[in-house]
């Protein structure tokens, strides 16, 4: 069942350089209790994804276009009150650094407290029953020391399990991770991976995934979305697209992946930069650096074509493999 | 013990800038001056009074003998004694320091409640027209010359309103029927203490016109820096995230991003202290307030060295403690510092 | 280098859009023609230069004088300008000699780091523990009442500031890639601090030298106010003020009113500049204003 669909979705910023447009048609769907990756190379617009559906954009950007569909409601019509109450309480998120994203200056207890405070009328004592709860849930030793400890005083994994914490305390029906390891090492990554598909299990939690890491998508992910320059150009399930990626650019990028057993000399890197943004794009955006490339793809600009169900791919190569 | 050794260091910094201090001001009253006996003399000296002089400072001694000296004398709180007035620096300076700060503390306090709130709203709304009204008047307050507003200030609330006095610390009346029993020197205290509430009002009243001219560079950099902190502040990474987890505007605005955007903002303090006195050193005159900033104009005029650098000491003395004072209860505020 | 031109023309492109620094620079330009012209600009220049004309004492301003006249009957229009000329080159030059002074101190503490620059960075705090115009009220007293005096007075207080700010500006650029690669490949200290150093820490100097000229202005006009600053019978707008004063509240407001408003005003206007400057050279500051 689609829990949240966004269609589209267009989204530009203003700045002394010009307008960049970072989103330029994004389209996915989240079904409910699937963990989905959003994947793609820095500047794909992945990141400005996550916080077009939480209504969290600079004050320099402009959605100009598109839906977001959440339980039937499109997001983006929301006045800022109705939206006010689906943040942290239906939708909430989880950022790259914990470091940042958890205020130095207060305590990991109180700052759950605050959530669980603007989000349910419970007396004091009720709330803290509800954080020490949450605090063990997420896995941190010691739920009742935990509650008076400042951020800088944890490690990094367990700050990022704080911040679930937190995000957890209104029981959302959606969390936004947007890139929750990067900031982390490699063994405690893996935790943290593990943590929100545990989560996901338990609590029926639908998650979207912000990555840069295919690694990670293999791992953790049921369903992913491959981003490239403002759009989706291949999305389905994350075992039909590992196994027989059909963009010339997820190929690229599964080629750059290490795998067992290859050494340094296999890895292809793609050739060319990401376009900016700032420039007009008529046809494909990767049409610049693609080694299939056709002389319609400076033109067209490649819909999503259906290859299997569930499996989707914008690339003219597969025009013709569509039926109806 | 990470607040005990932030302690110790900035204790150890503090100390070795006094000395630095203490050198520096040697060299400016001893090397730079062509002649620091003509200087200490006074204006159109007779010769035997500078060679009296000249005994009396060692100055036929090497430097470093007489920083030795200086030091020494420094060291057992002896300031010296002018060669204007004849005075004892101690005993002057004991009269008009707790003037000046008397006036310096209220225009700081002046500062802070009017700054500070008024740079949070203005950090908050970014671009709105109490914004711009407000960076005007921040703008305004720092670019007022203070002995300039100082005539203004008097020209409109004496002159044309007749609200406040013209100047001095106390009306006649008070200093004939009511008198202060000197304590401490800071009359609003010793009144109060006293229960001589007639006079603290007087005091009071004295007191207003000055403070808000000296306090207005200090609203000014008040504004500036809280304003320039908040809008740091509100683009964290952990205020997008408290929105994300649905706290309300209000929560954001004035618990979680006061704190801290306020932490730095503490740096106004020290800042608005040292504006303060050098405004008062400019315009204690021009309301015959009896402070060291009057002491030192009048020492100018009268060509009055010793005075001049002892009170230049002496006043950096105390910004270095307001300073030490700020840091250390910056470092208490702040679980980074105080906690590992 | 393509990007640098972008960045500069975008740069002067945001500052003109700022309309408070555009007014400000039109102010400052103006401000400074009538005090380089001045001779040419009043009838009165000889009473600009401080002569007196005791025919016409305290006049109220009117046609003839419409800034009035002083107690020695100076028109204070010639007044005004002739004081512009010591009053803006007063804190120019402040600036200007602090810069010369602190800039290259503060990128040898940069450059060298060490013990040098923690020796450097220790005497920059020792000049910053005095409360401002303290120690220049000192040094001026202590070197002679004089225009030039008071200028190198307060020089010599300002120079710590920009020292700091040099230092940081060249541990930023120290690290860069090209300056690791020109050492390694053993270009000369000299030829990397002039060349690759010096260009790249000169923008946000320049910036905080702009903001910083207006409140050298006050501080200037605040040393001549106590008499430490210009000497008659030539006057600065500090020196206006202070001789003004004793007159202010007994109706004759003119005389410390119109230099008060010089000072307020051009000071403003460095400080609109200054900031204007500072948003338009900086393009994260830019997204946040």
Redo the contacts between chains.
């Keep these: 069942m689609t829990l949240l669909k966004v269609e589209n979705l267009h989204v530009q910023f203003t700045t002394p350089f010009g307008i960049v447009r970072a989103l330029r048609g994004i389209d996915f769907e989240l079904d409910k209790g699937d963990i989905m990756g959003l994947v793609g190379e820095t500047g794909c617009g992945k990141s400005v994804t996550g916080r077009s559906i939480m209504r969290l954009l600079d004050e320099n950007a402009e959605v100009t276009e598109g839906r977001i569909i959440f339980n039937k409601t499109d997001l983006l019509r929301l006045s800022e009150r109705e939206m006010h109450a689906i943040r942290g309480d239906r939708i909430a998120m989880i950022f790259q650094d914990p470091a940042t994203a958890l205020n130095p200056l207060f305590t990991i207890g109180g700052q759950i407290n605050d959530v669980l405070r603007a989000h349910s009328p419970a007396p004091a004592a009720q709330r803290r029953k509800a954080t020490l709860e949450l605090l063990a849930s997420v896995g941190l030793p010691d739920p009742a020391q935990m509650m008076d400890v400042y951020p800088h005083q944890l490690s990094g994994g367990q700050q990022q399990r704080a911040m679930i914490a937190l995000s957890l305390a209104a029981e959302p029906e959606v969390i936004i991770a947007d890139e929750p390891t990067t900031a982390l090492d490699v063994t405690i990554q893996a935790q943290i991976l593990d943590l929100l598909r545990t989560l996901q299990r338990e609590r029926a939690i639908s998650v979207i995934l912000i990555t840069h890491d295919l690694g990670i998508v293999a791992e953790t992910c049921q369903k992913v979305a491959v981003l490239y320059a403002g759009r989706v150009v291949e999305q389905g399930a994350v075992a039909a697209i590992f196994a027989g990626p059909q963009h010339p650019y997820s190929r690229g990028l599964l080629a750059a992946l290490p795998r067992p057993g290859s050494r340094g000399t296999d890895l292809k890197v793609i050739p060319g930069n990401v376009p900016s943004g700032l420039e007009r794009i008529d046809g494909c955006a990767f049409a610049p650096r693609c080694e299939f490339v056709m002389e319609r793809c400076h033109r067209l600009q490649p819909p999503l074509f259906s290859l299997a169900a569930e499996h989707q791919a914008a690339c003219l190569l597969h025009e013709d493999r569509v039926h109806g | 013990m990470a607040f005990l050794s932030f302690l110790f260091r900035r204790l150890g910094l503090s100390l070795f800038v006094f000395v630095g201090v203490l050198i520096l001001t040697f060299i400016v009253s001893r090397v730079i001056p062509s002649n620091p006996a003509a200087l200490y003399a006074g204006a159109r000296p007779r010769p035997e009074q500078v060679q009296e002089i000249e005994k009396k400072l060692g100055l036929d001694k090497p430097l470093s003998e007489q920083f030795r000296v200086y030091v020494g004398d420094l060291l057992v709180g002896n300031l010296g004694e002018s060669y204007h007035s004849r005075r004892s620096i101690n005993t002057d300076l004991r009269l008009f320091l707790p003037a000046t700060l008397e006036l310096v503390i209220a225009a700081v306090l002046i500062a802070l409640v009017l700054g500070i709130p008024t740079g949070v709203l203005a950090g908050a709304y970014p671009r709105s027209p109490f914004d711009y009204a407000t960076r005007f008047a921040a703008v305004a307050g720092v670019s007022a010359p203070s002995f300039w507003l100082a005539l203004i200030a008097q020209f409109i609330f004496f002159s044309q309103l007749g609200w406040l006095p013209l100047g001095g610390r106390v009306s006649r009346d008070a200093t004939l029927f009511y008198p202060i029993a000197a304590q401490t020197g800071f009359y609003l205290i010793d009144a109060a203490v006293s229960g001589n509430w007639k006079a603290w009002l007087d005091a009071l009243h004295h007191l207003i016109l000055p403070a808000l001219v000296l306090s207005a560079y200090p609203v000014g950099i008040t504004i500036r820096m809280t304003q320039a902190s908040m809008l740091e502040v509100l683009s964290e990474t952990y205020i997008t995230a408290a929105r994300a987890a649905g706290l309300s505007r209000g929560v954001i605005l004035f618990k979680l991003a006061l704190k801290n955007a306020i932490m730095p903002a503490l740096t106004v303090v020290g800042l608005s202290f040292a504006y303060s006195i050098t405004g008062a050193f400019l315009v204690e005159t021009i309301f015959s307030w009896p402070g060291v900033g009057k002491y030192v104009t009048e020492a100018v005029l009268n060509v009055d060295f010793p005075v001049i650098i002892a009170v230049t000491l002496v006043v950096t003395l105390v910004y270095i403690l307001v300073n030490l004072l700020i840091d250390l209860m910056q470092a208490l505020l702040d679980p980074r510092v105080r906690l590992v | 280098m393509k990007a640098a031109r972008?960045e500069v023309g975008?740069s002067v492109w945001?500052l003109l859009r700022d309309r408070a620094a555009v007014v400000s620079m039109a102010f400052l330009i103006a401000v400074a023609l009538s005090a380089v012209f001045a001779p040419y600009l009043t009838p009165y220049a000889n009473q600009g230069r401080g002569e007196p004309e005791l025919t016409a004492k305290f006049k109220a301003p009117g046609i003839a004088h419409p800034f009035g006249t002083d107690g020695l009957g100076r028109d204070q229009v010639a007044r005004l300008m002739f004081g512009a000329r010591r009053s803006l080159s007063m804190g120019i030059l402040v600036v200007l000699a602090a810069i010369i002074i602190g800039a290259p101190i503060g990128m040898a503490a940069g450059y060298m780091g060490g013990w040098a620059d923690e020796a450097i960075m220790?005497?920059t705090?020792?000049?910053l523990?005095?409360?401002?115009?303290?120690?220049a009220?000192?040094?001026a007293?202590?070197?002679g009442?004089s225009y030039i005096n008071a200028v190198t007075a307060i020089a010599v207080t300002w120079w710590p500031w920009y020292a700091r700010l040099a230092r940081a500006q060249t541990l930023s650029v120290r690290e860069r890639a090209y300056i690791e690669a020109a050492r390694s490949i053993g270009v000369r200290d000299r030829v990397i601090i002039l060349r690759h150093i010096l260009p790249n820490i000169m923008t946000p100097i320049i910036v905080q030298g702009t903001l910083d000229v207006?409140?050298a202005i006050?501080v200037a006009?605040?040393l001549s106010?106590?008499?430490?600053g210009t000497q008659a019978p030539f006057a600065d707008w500090?020196v206006m003020?202070?001789d003004g004063?004793l007159f202010?509240?007994s109706g004759r407001?003119w005389m410390?009113?119109f230099?008060?408003l010089a000072?307020?005003?051009t000071?403003?206007a460095f400080?609109?500049l200054g900031?204007g400057v500072r948003v338009a050279a900086d393009?994260r500051l830019?997204?946040?204003?």
């Design positions: 972008i975008s945001f220790r005497i705090d020792v000049f523990a005095f409360p401002p115009l303290l120690l009220i000192a040094i007293a202590a070197l009442a207006g409140t006050l006009a605040g106010f106590i008499g430490l500090g003020i202070s004063r202010f509240l407001w410390s009113t230099p008060g000072i307020f005003l000071a403003m400080n609109f900031d393009p830019r997204r946040m204003l």
